[in-house]
């Protein structure tokens, strides 16, 4: 049995290197912060308060199932949705790789060769060697687990980006809709108007041609009825607009047959109207489920635990490493102790003492931690702010319905009488024209105001979070490929 005994030398240096590593350790500086900033989130929104939490598919309180058929396709066949998967996949990968961290590596080589010596006639040598390698890091200073934990959280921020991603599809193809069917209805409205005032034109021409109008009624009706015409073509470039959008949201070439056929099919000129009552529920319940909030959070806790990898530098690296190598010769010798080789023990490895490197490097680190909590709490801010502004305008274009619809009704009786007084000569064109162009004012005021509440209510139930956890998400998009 073989007795090892350190050299003086030896323990001078291990002496050193402890007191190294012992003045590492009272120098280690501590994490900028501990968790994420508390903001004061307030009790309830001013505008709208209680109810509880919004639905998780709110697109189902509109009354329109082909609003629904669209969100549903969109969030199930997005390519942006699906590069999301991707990068979630990646995050899984990544974490599956840091938790490798606690487990030896192994590794193998192998190697032949033949050779014929010079002048060495036909004397072959042939020869092979074998190794196997394996080691074992002891993560006595956290390292490792520090370095999981980051992974972790990078997993966290990937799935939660990815739900932020599926809350703005669908409130993106819930406005691409909107739009659509809101052109429709101006359309609508404007091609109405312009057959009412082609007939008075026509009213007007034969007036003229009896000598009972003069020329400026009939330039006076033609030019309100041109003009009316040239509003057409817009309303038609914003359908067209509207259907390329819903097509790439939905995963769809704009020129393919099904989509467009399938708009035509529920053509209704009319603006989905929120009929499910629209609940904001608490502050701070809304930044609990908005995931850009989440993903703020995610992102401090993956700042920290960098930091944390960044300490665990200061001191060494412990490794336990064995060895196995074998030689193969065509000398005819067998296996035995001269053929085989082993070997086995511990390395350190340390970046001291000189460690300002390392030092370094953890300012950077601390200042992109605290970077993240100042990034953090101005998501807080931005998505209060933005909740309570959506909720706001909501109401405010809400409480605006009742007053246009009195409006529309009052013009529709003001265009009545108008050219009932015409017919009668009791007035002249000019008072037709004006009661025109208000009625025609009145119905697209409507229109628009019917499509710029069903907007601010899906910016609303945007700004409130919702599209359920990341499971449930996944959840859906499964059954609804399987359900197509």
Known sequence: MTT???????????????????????????????????VDSGAAFPSLSGGGAPSADWWTGFDDPELQRLVEAALTASPVLRGADYSVAEAEALLRLALLGRSPTLSSSASASASRPVGGADNFEAGADFGLASGWEFDAFGRIGAAIEAARYDETAARELRRDLAV??????????????????????AEANAAAQQESLDLV??????????????????????????????????????????????????????????????????????????????????????????LAEARIGAALALGDVA????????????????????????????SIGLSFGPSISWAGPDLRRVYAQIDVSDARTLGTVADYEATVLDALSETETTLSNYLTERERRADLEAALTAARRSF???????????DSSLDVLDAQRTLLSAEDQLAVNEAEIARRAVRA??????????????????QQEENP
Do not use: H, K
């Open 461 to 478: 139930y945007r700004s409130l979070g919702g599209i359920w956890t990341d499971e449930e998400l996944a959840a859906f998009r499964a």
């Open 4 to 38: 090892f005994s350190p050299t003086r030398p030896a323990r001078l240096a291990g002496i050193a290197l402890a007191a190294l590593m012992a003045a590492a350790c009272a120098g280690v500086p501590e994490a900028p912060v501990t968790a994420a900033a508390r």
């Open 416 to 426: 009545e009488l108008a050219r009932m007084r015409f017919q009668e000569g009791l």
């Open 311 to 338: 300490r665990a530098n200061l001191f060494p690296r412990i490794t336990l490493n064995a060895s196995l190598l074998g030689i193969i010769s065509d000398t005819g010798v067998a296996f035995n102790e001269d």
């Open 205 to 294: 021409r034969t007036l003229f041609d009896n000598g009972r109008a003069n020329e400026l009624d009939l330039n006076r009706s033609e030019t309100q009825y041109r003009t009316t015409l040239s509003s057409l073509p817009t309303f038609r470039a914003t359908i067209a607009a509207s259907r390329n959008r819903l097509a790439a949201l939905t995963g769809s070439a704009a020129t393919q047959p099904a989509l467009t056929a399938s708009l035509d099919g529920t053509r209704i000129a009319r603006v989905p109207r929120l009929t499910a009552p629209l609940t904001a529920g608490a502050p701070e319940e809304m930044l609990r489920r908005r995931p850009d909030v989440r």
């Open 168 to 189: 703005s599809i669908a409130s993106e193809t819930a406005l691409a809709y909107i739009d659509l069917r809101s052109a429709e209805a101006r359309l609508a409205v």
